[in-house]
């Protein structure tokens, strides 16, 4: 049995990751920002009397969609004072745990191919680049402390998460529970479904239940790398929404495209060759039954359908 800090405990990945780790028999501390402020400087010395043996850091301030276009200075300074907090802490008082992180793949430069070694080079795309350089320092601070005191790290770069228990609470979704919820929601009371862009952008996804299966073996066996976690293929938009639309019995056709809205990256694929050297053997969720559970899920969340005047 391990002691185990976790920071995000409460987000979409990480109630998944603590509910896995305590499943496996491990203590653990649970932070969120409602019981741990970790923009302030002093938030984790309550902490610090206790010896822990891995620290699971997935806490960052952003949001999907066009969020990072209007925050970009608040993102700036506050995932800077989260990240330096955590990385101070676990230098002076926890130099014993190895640290396992996110990064984004938001941090690689649109020109390149999406491999580990390009995860600091080149420039990320100019919408997204405030929240990527973030994680870039993020890295970069892995790479200083191991490298100074040999502090021991993992730092793991997803493609997109999806599947069910995705945190429905106001915030802006990312595309694929959007796309879910507008076709739930087009199908039961009739509304438009328009999609930004023309659909033919690219997206990745991995089943967060994978996610973390691979997240917790690679804690287990890896230390001091940074490596991508992903399906290794990426398909359109309008693929994910004709299957969804499948499911739901909607018509594809109904579907409108507005080119004028914001998109993001057009393709946006890792490279997933590092990850099957540590994990030969590794399966994956298929997108079929990943989708199948989603929006199975997605349908019991009633007061999240309900239309937008209710």
């Known amino acids: 049995m391990m002691k185990i800090l976790v920071t995000g405990a409460t987000g979409f990945l990480g109630t998944i990751l603590c ?178 862009g023309d659909g033919y952008q690219s997206r990745e996804l991995v089943f967060v239940d994978d996610f973390v299966n691979i997240m917790i073996q690679l804690a287990d066996s890896v230390d001091n790398q940074l490596i991508n976690i992903g399906a290794g293929e990426e398909f359109t938009i309008r693929h994910f929404a004709k299957l969804i639309c499948e499911k739901v019995d909607y018509d594809f056709n109904a579907i409108k495209f507005d080119t004028e809205r914001y998109v993001g990256a057009k393709s946006k694929c890792l490279a997933v060759g590092k990850l099957q050297e540590y994990i030969p053997d590794l399966t994956l969720t298929s997108l079929e039954v990943g989708l199948t559970k989603t929006i199975e899920w997605f349908g019991t969340q009633k007061e999240k359908l309900l239309p937008d005047n209710k």
């Open 19 to 196: 509910s896995q780790l305590q499943a496996q028999g491990h203590e653990l501390v649970c932070l969120n920002s409602k019981n741990c402020d970790l923009t302030q400087q002093d938030s984790l010395l309550k902490f610090k009397q206790e010896v822990y043996d891995r620290i699971y850091h997935l806490a960052a301030w952003t949001q999907a969609g066009d969020f990072c276009l209007y925050h970009p200075g608040e993102q700036w300074i506050i995932n800077q004072q989260i990240n330096t907090n955590v990385l101070t802490w676990w230098h002076k008082y926890q130099p014993q745990a190895k640290l396992i992180s996110m990064g984004t793949s938001c941090a690689y430069a649109p020109d390149l191919e999406l491999v580990e070694e390009n995860y600091l080079t080149g420039i990320p795309i100019d919408s997204l680049f405030t929240y990527a350089m973030t994680k870039r320092i993020l890295y970069a601070g892995h790479l200083a402390l191991n490298k100074q005191f040999g502090l021991k790290y993992l730092c793991l770069v997803p493609s997109t998460l999806y599947g069910p228990g995705y945190h429905t609470d106001g915030r802006q979704m990312h595309f694929i529970f959007d796309l879910i919820r507008k076709i739930i929601r087009a199908k039961l009371y009739g509304e438009p479904v328009i999609l930004w």
